[in-house]
């Protein structure tokens, strides 16, 4: 399968713990997003790189939420000192630059207990 | 700001009848309209855009501008169409191409 893939695909974490998910976009797209879902709701935008650099993020991400794309390939979420409103799907997807369509993972599903 | 509505989160038809998922949207300027779906243990997926004009797995939907509304339409429903339906949009306000997304429509189709 060569679309975006995403680990852990299930995280359940104690309330306070850091946890890190990591996302592999396809091959050679240089935009690449974060959304979470919760039930019964739509997907949310929390951020996006185009190649390294993070352009943009939302109000949604809180200072407790990194993400990085060190090399513009791979990405890393990570949410420190987690809450039990963090439990979430958090879905990657990424693109072959604007206006293209956007391809998503899976999924990384994340219980805080 | 931008909203995108679907007003039905469960909807059901039987095979071979007509099916319209509806989205209504809010948006200032000219947004590009999407419906992505997500089948059973599947990823999420775009069915289509509307910049696209084309039928996917016979749905298609027409953005009305002067209504606001990006409905999905399929004369004849298939089980296979049962899945989570998310209408979606995009434009310079969402950021990139960013996508807003509705709360989804679970359609069910009842052999």
């Known amino acids: 399968d060569t679309g975006v893939s995403q680990d852990p695909r299930h995280k359940i974490t104690k309330r306070g713990q850091n946890v890190t998910f990591r996302c592999d976009p396809i091959s050679e797209h240089n935009r690449l997003y974060w959304y979470r879902q919760t039930l019964g709701q739509g997907p949310e935008f929390l951020t996006y790189?185009?190649?390294?650099?993070?352009?943009?993020k939302s109000r949604l991400l809180s200072d407790r939420f990194s993400a990085e794309r060190p090399k513009g390939s791979f990405s890393t979420l990570e949410i420190q000192r987690t809450e039990q409103g963090d439990s979430a799907m958090y879905l990657c997807a990424s693109s072959l630059g604007g206006g293209n369509t956007i391809y998503f993972g899976e999924g990384s599903w994340l219980t805080v207990v | 700001a931008q909203r995108v509505t679907q007003p039905e989160k469960l909807l059901s038809v039987f095979k071979g009848a007509p099916v319209e998922l509806k989205c209504n949207y809010s948006y200032s300027g000219s947004p590009e309209l999407f419906w992505y779906v997500q089948y059973s243990r599947q990823r999420l997926q775009l069915l289509l855009r509307h910049i696209s004009r084309e039928s996917i797995k016979g749905f298609t939907a027409d953005l009305n501008k002067g209504e606001t509304s990006f409905h999905l339409k399929k004369p004849f429903a298939q089980e296979e169409d049962s899945a989570m339906y998310y209408c979606?949009?995009?434009?310079?306000?969402?950021?990139?191409?960013?996508?807003?997304f509705g709360t989804g429509t679970r359609l069910t189709v009842i052999p």
């Open positions: 979606a949009l995009s434009g310079q306000r969402t950021g990139a191409n960013n996508l807003f």
């Open positions: 790189f185009q190649n390294e650099a993070q352009l943009e």
